[in-house]
């Protein structure tokens, strides 16, 4: 069974930063890409970044440049690095491997201004 648990979320002034970590469980997490989304209050869900089991990553440009995905393949984590971090970045962000329904329960993000 496929299991994502987010951490690391938390208030933060504006221009702060933060790393979220997703633990995966369920074997798969070599052989997948990983996703980070977010959904801010009141609007959908959306794709921040994901890297491929290549490490390479793409980000959403609303986050290019202040947030760097990253993977650990020996501790089954996928990492989210948010820089400058602005109010608009509030959401909650959820992990998942990318391109399938397994998703994580949401680690919450309070950017303060």
């Known amino acids: 069974q496929v299991q994502l648990v987010e951490s690391g979320g938390g208030l933060v002034q504006a221009g702060g930063s933060m790393r979220l970590s997703c633990a995966a469980s369920g074997g798969i997490f070599s052989i997948s890409a990983m996703g980070w989304y977010r959904q801010p209050p009141g609007k959908q869900r959306e794709l921040v970044a994901f890297?491929?089991?290549?490490?390479?990553?793409n980000y959403a440009d609303s986050v290019k440049g202040r947030v760097t995905i990253s993977r650990d393949n020996a501790k089954n984590t996928v990492y989210l690095q948010m820089n400058s971090l602005k109010p608009e970045d509030t959401a909650v962000y959820y992990c998942?491997?990318?391109?399938?329904?397994?998703w994580g329960q949401g680690t919450q993000v309070t950017v303060s201004s």
């Open positions: 890297i491929g089991t290549n490490d390479i990553a």
């Open positions: 998942q491997v990318l391109g399938r329904n397994y």
